[in-house]
């Protein structure tokens, strides 16, 4: 409302002017200061007006004084000189609209109200009054009155108030829901006031009516990809007869389709639904297939902050078998800081369930023997179906800024975070560490390069049930059959992360990417203990916003 004060106030004292009933003349220099007033040259008649002595003015050159102080914005002024007006004109109802007008430039509502309260009392019958009170009404949410006043306004007469009263008449009812009301008094003001700024602000308020474009998306991403431990084979595991080799190449994609639900001042809606997977050459029994589907909520807190809620649910098969279903939600907080930096706080919870079963091994007697010759056994009383179970808990909760160095056109982004998760059986819960690390520069011709890395330390609860694979037996004990023995102490692993990606986009929708990652998982347990390079390349193409 503040905002188009001095646009009301300047028009509607422009009726003002002229209209009010004529007053006897002081003196010469006076009458011609309020003839030049009643003329509407306010900037003429305005040092007349005050003459040489301020302090001896007359009511009459106060009143036209101070509608001219209205009629060029001085509100201030304007409100001093009508008040001492009205000392000696206390029932001039034009004199009280006046003021009304002057004290709602100024903001000091109070005194609008007051001064439209006594022009009631006197019957003002000018259009002015019921177009403040349904200002005020407007200012006090009273959306059903304040459109009722401006009609009023309207009714009484539109050339003195108009187009403030149409433009305000379907502000107010579009406060009130009512659309079509609110959209005839805006089209009103279009129509009726081309070019002018009120025709202006009613054409944005008429957008706001429409309902929101919601915005659709989709993109499709393939690659091919070689992986020299597509199996992820630790130290010293002897490969089943089945695998011929740890390294495979395969086939990936990952389609994904999204869609705005929600649109308002407070809130953005968004929902999606991706299908990833790949095919390998020869390792067929680890071809995956990874539907997800996500919805988040956007809301924006300030001008520095606003959050994100998230949540997920996907379900993945493995050979064809079920093999994960996983539950995710998350929450962040953005801050816009200073210059190009953006920091992000966060926190996860999820749920995973492992849609199969480890196999048990055969356990050892209470005397340590093995039932089945040459094939060792694990300890007495202990079952790895349920010890393995990866079903359970976890959390994530971290940290992370960027900043984007404009001249050099180079992002760095880092940050920390901490996870936790708790399974069923012993053999997967852990809690540990990360921290994360990234650059990415523009390079010539339109490419970019893109560098990350990441260190996670993991601290399991448990030793580990799997022994060491490459640990040999001599040829006695494994006739016999041999109890393996486990370690005693809690597991703990090291992970180092680090990958490359050389890109380039085409047009906005195509984008080109070679990738280089690499894994070094160092486990006290040598079947987690592994290496892992993977060398790719990927195209993705977008099929734009609506």
């Known amino acids: 409302m503040a905002v188009e004060r001095s646009w009301i106030g300047a028009l509607a004292v422009s009726a003002t002017l002229g209209l009010s009933p004529a007053v006897g003349l002081a003196d010469s220099a006076a009458g011609d200061g309020i003839a030049l007033a009643k003329e509407g040259r306010c900037a003429a008649a305005i040092p007349k007006l005050r003459g040489d002595d301020p302090e001896a003015l007359s009511g009459a050159r106060l009143a036209w004084l101070g509608r001219c102080q209205l009629r060029i914005g001085d509100y201030v002024g304007a409100t001093r000189s009508l008040t001492a007006a009205r000392v000696e004109r206390p029932n001039d109802t034009d004199l009280a609209v006046d003021l ?26 000018r259009a002015e009054l019921p177009l403040y009170q349904g200002l005020l009404a407007l200012e006090a949410a009273e959306d059903l009155r304040a459109a009722r006043l401006f009609a009023r306004a309207r009714g009484v007469a539109g050339d003195a108030v108009e187009p403030v009263a149409s433009y305000y008449e379907g502000l107010s009812h579009a406060r009130s829901g009512l659309e079509d009301e609110a959209r005839a008094a805006l089209e009103r003001v279009v129509r009726d006031w081309p070019g002018t700024q009120w025709a202006d ?160 091994v055969p356990d050892a007697t209470r005397s340590g023997a093995c039932l089945i ?103 006695t004990q494994l006739m016999n059959g041999v109890t393996y023995s486990l370690r005693g102490t809690p597991r703990t692993e090291n992970e180092t992360r680090a990958e490359v990606i050389l890109g380039r986009s085409y047009q906005e929708r195509v984008r080109f990417e070679l990738r280089w990652a690499y894994q070094r998982n160092r486990s006290t347990a040598g079947v987690f203990d592994f290496d892992r390079h993977q060398f790719g390349a990927y195209l993705t193409v977008g099929f734009g916003e609506s």
């Open 100 to 125: 009304a007008i002057a004290a709602y430039g100024v903001g000091d509502l109070t005194a609008t109200r007051s001064a439209l309260d006594d022009a009631e009392r006197l019957a003002a019958d």
């Open 373 to 475: 010759s040459f094939s060792p056994c694990s300890p007495f009383g202990l079952d790895e179906s349920r010890e393995r179970n990866r079903d359970g808990n976890g959390w994530m909760a971290g940290a992370e800024q960027s900043r984007y160095f404009e001249p050099v056109g180079i992002k760095l982004s880092g940050g920390l975070r901490w996870h936790s998760f708790s399974a069923r059986g012993r053999e997967y819960s852990f809690r540990g560490p990360e921290a994360r690390l990234s650059a990415r520069m523009e390079l010539p011709l339109g490419w970019d390069l893109e560098a990350s890395g990441a260190f996670l330390h993991r601290s399991f609860r448990h030793p580990t049930t799997f022994p060491e694979p490459n640990r040999p037996l001599p040829a």
């Open 201 to 360: 602000a009613a054409e944005d308020a008429l957008k706001a009516l429409e309902p929101p474009t919601l915005k659709r998306w989709a993109s499709l991403r393939l690659g091919a990809e070689y992986d020299d431990n597509a199996v992820l084979r630790g130290r010293g595991v002897v490969l089943p007869r089945e695998i011929s080799d740890e390294a495979d190449e395969r086939f990936v994609w990952l389609a994904s389709l999204g869609q705005e639900w929600l649109r308002t001042d407070d809130w953005l809606g968004s929902a999606s639904l991706s299908y990833q997977g790949s095919v390998h050459d020869t390792l067929d029994a680890f071809d995956v297939h990874y539907p997800t589907a996500t919805v988040w909520l956007d809301r924006p807190i300030d001008e520095r902050w606003h959050a994100r809620f998230l949540a997920s649910a996907g379900y993945a098969w493995v050979d064809g078998d079920p093999f994960l279903s996983s539950h995710r939600g998350e929450i962040s907080l953005y801050h816009q800081g200073s210059g190009a930096v953006l920091t992000r706080f966060h926190a996860e919870l999820y749920r995973d369930a492992f849609l199969f079963r480890s196999t048990d």
